[in-house]
């Protein structure tokens, strides 16, 4: 295991870019890893299982990993568990996760592919990437030939020490025997990618450490071939929130899950502290062009904000989004004014015309709570067509409705919907 604080400098353009860009938590076998990805190309994988129609912002520190990797001269392996979906990762949960039908699991997958071609170039030459699905071996194993094949590699007393088990346990919350064979599909994943494309490299987030590792002993164990693992950093913001995770629930990744105008004001109201470490990571800006940002102060830092919303919309929904997101933006925020392209939320009218306005704040996806709407409007954080609101209880009526026929509702400096009654 390495850390980038102490290691040697790197030789590998991959592994050099990986640390300057802080992407580096934990490696096996730091200085052969180099000297593979300074000898020639590696085949690097991570795994994403398919429990939802679209991955969350959360995932894209691994998808920029593939990328990073890609952009050194080395092949990028994406795995879809579709086989590992069935028993779902129990690392981090403290509940097991609902089981998903063969149908969903299938066209969850079909979904989140469309978010890799964003980041990834795929084809049949030596470093484009290639896509996978891990049903493709792992639905082919009878059950005893899987635990005498691979059952005698694990003990049951590492697998209890690992945090995904050990952690469960301690809370005393049930962990099923399903969720406890993950880990050993996970390390089978890797030997076959091993046998099957020669991938030597799988990359995770910290969390999946000692899954990573396993997968590593299984290959060197079983086959005597080189392979190692890299994990990232536990991902949180300055203020010490999980990753992608808002009062309003999950920053997906897919269109129709967020607007791209959604997905720029969420990297526009980042915190102050985490826009250099954000550039770094989510973007393609060079390293000095990051650094003068970073050092902007005071009100430049908006400016700092706007280029990473810039540069991380563009990549993930094109530039024609990013400048159509951050002109309604503006145009809102900066200079008071309606765009079509603001979030629009369709409310049946009798819900709106006639009803309180913390109902509608809420019903907008505004605030959790009418409570909540109703503090935030005493508090002068809610706003009825730009004037404050200082009572949730006010009645909305025919005669709030703009020119255009909506209402445009803001909660504190930084949300803002259009409401249309139908």
């Known amino acids: 295991m390495t850390s ?3 290691d040697p400098d790197f030789k590998s353009d991959f592994l050099k870019t990986l640390q300057a860009r802080g992407y580096i938590h934990q490696i096996t076998h730091p200085a052969e890893l180099d000297e593979a990805a300074s000898a020639g190309i590696v085949s690097a994988y991570i795994g994403f299982d398919a429990t939802a129609p679209s991955l969350h912002v959360g995932s894209l520190i691994q998808i920029m990993m593939l990328r990073r990797l890609q952009q050194a001269g080395h092949r990028p392996v994406v795995i879809m568990g579709g086989g590992t979906t069935k028993v779902g990762d129990p690392t981090g949960k403290d509940a097991s996760r609902p089981h998903l039908s063969d149908e969903t699991i299938q066209a969850n997958i079909a979904s989140i592919k469309t978010v890799f071609e964003k980041f990834l170039t795929f084809g049949d030459g030596p470093t484009d990437a290639l896509l996978i699905d891990n049903d493709e071996w792992l639905s ?7 635990l005498r094949d691979y059952g005698t590699h694990f003990t049951v007393n590492r697998m209890l020490a690992f945090d995904s088990v050990r952690i469960r346990l301690e809370r005393e919350e ?9 880990m050993l599909m996970q390390s089978v994943d890797f030997l076959e990618l091993n046998r099957r494309h020669n ?5 995770g987030g910290s969390d999946q450490w000692g899954n990573i ?9 079983v086959d005597q071939k080189s392979a190692f693992g890299l994990t990232t950093p536990l991902l949180t913001t300055a203020s010490g929130g999980k990753m992608g995770k808002t009062a309003q629930g999950a920053i997906w990744l897919n269109a129709e899950q967020l607007s791209p105008y959604d997905y720029w004001q969420f990297w526009r109201n980042a915190d102050d502290a985490d826009v250099g470490r954000f550039l770094r990571l989510f973007t393609d800006l060079p390293l000095d062009e990051i650094a003068a940002l970073e050092a902007l102060e005071g009100a430049g830092i908006n400016d700092a904000k706007k280029a990473l919303a810039d540069a ?24 008071g004014q309606l765009s079509a392209d603001l979030p629009t939320v369709e409310l049946p009218r009798d819900e709106v015309i006639g009803a309180m306005i913390a109902a509608v ?13 109703r503090r935030l409007a005493q508090g002068g954080g809610l706003r009825l067509n730009d004037a404050p609101i200082t ?8 005669a709030d409705l703009t020119g255009d026929g909506v209402l445009k509702l803001g909660a504190g400096k930084k949300k803002i919907v259009l409401v249309r009654p139908v």
Do not use: C, W
């Open 140 to 146: 082919t194993y009878g059950y005893v030939q899987f």
């Open 213 to 221: 590792t396993s997968g590593v002993d299984l290959v060197r164990r």
């Open 391 to 398: 009572d949730g209880a006010q009645l909305l009526t025919e």
């Open 174 to 182: 049930p962990m099923s025997f399903l969720e406890f064979n993950y």
């Open 361 to 373: 704040t809420t019903k907008a996806g505004l605030t959790q709570s009418n409570g909540e709407a």
């Open 4 to 6: 980038p604080k102490t």
């Open 199 to 203: 991938v030597t490299l799988q990359m």
């Open 312 to 335: 991380a919309t563009t990549m993930l929904h094109g530039a024609e989004a990013a400048t159509t997101a951050r002109a309604a933006a503006e145009s809102a925020f900066e200079k």
